[in-house]
C-alpha cells in the first residue's frame, strides 16, 4: 500500500528524513464474516447472503486477539462480507479497542444506519472504510443491487456525521474507470477524509473479471489523477490521505512522475521509497478468513498457511515451510521475468505475486499489471516478455491447498 499523500507531502512541505520505523507486527485484516447482503463482481471473498457454517465464534476471536496482541500486531481491519451482519461485531470492535489496536472497519455502507450509526460511534473505530465502484448506476450494477449507491453515500455521511473518520474504496476496471473523476470530486464536496484506489487484484470474483482489468495506458492516467487532486488538497492546506494499493509500481511510477515535475525531490522521495519496501504480503500484511484460516493477504485465499484453531496466528506467520511464505520473506524476492531484471525491485518488492500465479501457476513471474514500460524499469524490450495467454486459460498451479 502506497500512502501517496505523505510522500506528495514531501514535495510540497520538504522536511529532514527521518529513518524508517518498522512495524511490530503485521497489518492483519480479519474476514470475520462470510455472509453479505451484495454480490459485488470483483469481491475476492466470494460472499453471498446465506450464513457460512464453521466460523469463529466470539470466544475463538478474542483469544485469537489476544495472540495478536502479545505478537506486537498493532493493526485490525474489521471486514468481511459485511461485518456489519455479524451479531457480535460491537462486541469485536469494543474489545479490540480495549486491547489497544487500531481498529478499522470495512463495510459496504448499505448497512449503516441511523439506527446503528451511533453504537459504531460508541465502539471508536479508528476509521471506517466504504467501498464505491463509481457514481449512481455504475456502482450499483457493480454491486448488483438498484440503490446501494445512494444507501452507502448515506452510511458515509452518517459516520462523518458522527464524528468518525470515513474513506471510501474504489477498484478500477476498464467498466468503471470513467467514474474516477467525479468519485474524487465526490470526496472533495462531501468532505470525506480518505480515498483509497485499488487496482485489481485477481482474487475471487476479481480473476473471473480479469479481462476487464484496466489496461495499462489508463492506469497511467488515473495515477496522474490522483496525484494532481492529491497535491490539490496539500497546496489548498486541507490534505487529505489518498493511498493506492494492488500495484507496488505506483512508487516507482511516483518516483517518475516527480523526476519529471520536482527533479530536486528525487534524491529524498528514491530514500524513502526504498525505505517503503513495496509489496508485504507475508511480512507486514495477514489475512485471517472467516473459518480461521491464515493467508499471506487477502487475495490469497487459495493458499492456506494454518488455522488458528490449530495453532496460534503467532506461530503461524513466523513460520516458512511453505515455498510461497519463504520466498514472500526473501529480501529481494526471488522474481523473475521483468520483475527480476527491474532496476527498481528495492522500491517495488516484486509487485503483487497473485496476479502472475493466476495467470502462469509460477509465484515469482512477472507481475502482468506492471504498467511501466520497459525503458523505465531499465530492461531490454522484449527480453523479459509475458508468456501469451488467454484471460481463461486454464494453468497448472504449484504449492497451493485447497480451500474448505
Known amino acids: 500500500m502506497l500512502r501517496l499523500t505523505q510522500y506528495l507531502q514531501q514535495i510540497v512541505s520538504p522536511m529532514p528524513g527521518h529513518p524508517a520505523r518498522r512495524p511490530s507486527g503485521p497489518v492483519v485484516i480479519w474476514n470475520l464474516v462470510r455472509r453479505c447482503n451484495l454480490t459485488c463482481k470483483h469481491c475476492y471473498s466470494i460472499s453471498a447472503d446465506k450464513d457460512f457454517p464453521g466460523e469463529l465464534s466470539t470466544d475463538e476471536v478474542f483469544a485469537v486477539m489476544d495472540d495478536l496482541k502479545a505478537f506486537g500486531v498493532p493493526v485490525l481491519i474489521l471486514s468481511g462480507g459485511e461485518p456489519l451482519l455479524r451479531p457480535d461485531i460491537f462486541r469485536i470492535g469494543l474489545r479490540a479497542k480495549a486491547l489497544g489496536f487500531y481498529v478499522g472497519l ?137 493511498v493506492t494499493g494492488n500495484n507496488d509500481a505506483d512508487g516507482v511510477y511516483l518516483l517518475q512522475w516527480a523526476a519529471r515535475h520536482h527533479p530536486e525531490a528525487v534524491p ?101 499489471a506492471c504498467y511501466l514500460t520497459d525503458a523505465e524499469i531499465g530492461v531490454e524490450a522484449g527480453s523479459h516478455a509475458l508468456p501469451v495467454l488467454t484471460a481463461w486459460q486454464p494453468v497448472r498451479r504449484v504449492h497451493t491447498e485447497d480451500r474448505a
Open 106 to 242: 470495512s463495510s459496504n455502507g448499505t448497512l449503516i444506519e441511523p439506527a446503528n450509526v451511533n453504537r459504531i460511534a460508541e465502539v471508536g473505530f479508528d476509521y471506517v472504510g466504504v467501498s464505491l465502484d463509481g457514481i449512481g448506476a455504475t456502482h450499483d450494477r457493480f454491486r448488483q443491487l438498484d440503490g446501494a449507491f445512494d444507501r452507502a453515500l448515506e452510511g458515509i455521511r452518517l459516520c462523518r456525521d458522527a464524528g468518525l473518520k470515513v474513506g471510501v474504496r474504489y477498484t478500477m476496471t476498464e467498466d468503471n474507470a470513467a467514474d474516477l473523476p467525479a468519485l474524487l470530486q465526490l470526496v472533495a464536496d462531501e468532505g470525506i477524509d480518505k480515498f483509497y484506489f485499488s487496482h485489481l487484484n485477481y482474487a475471487g470474483r476479481g480473476n473471473k473479471h480479469r479481462d476487464t482489468d484496466a489496461r495499462h495506458a489508463r492506469t497511467r492516467w488515473a495515477m496522474d489523477l490522483l496525484i494532481e487532486a492529491c497535491l490539490l488538497h496539500l497546496r489548498a492546506g486541507c490534505p487529505k490521505e489518498f
Open 268 to 368: 529524498v522521495l528514491a530514500s524513502r521509497l526504498a525505505d517503503w519496501g513495496g509489496n508485504a504480503s507475508g511480512v507486514n500484511v495477514a489475512n485471517i478468513d472467516n473459518l480461521g484460516n491464515v493467508h499471506p493477504d487477502t487475495m490469497w485465499w487459495k493458499v492456506t498457511l494454518g488455522n488458528v484453531r490449530e495453532r496460534p496466528f503467532s506461530s503461524i506467520w513466523q513460520d516458512r515451510s511453505h515455498p510461497l511464505m519463504d520466498g514472500l520473506k526473501t529480501r529481494p524476492r526471488p522474481v523473475t521475468g521483468r520483475c527480476g531484471a527491474c532496476r527498481h525491485l528495492a522500491i517495488c518488492n516484486g509487485n503483487t505475486r497473485v496476479r502472475a500465479w493466476e495467470l502462469t501457476g509460477d509465484f515469482w513471474a512477472a507481475d502482468p
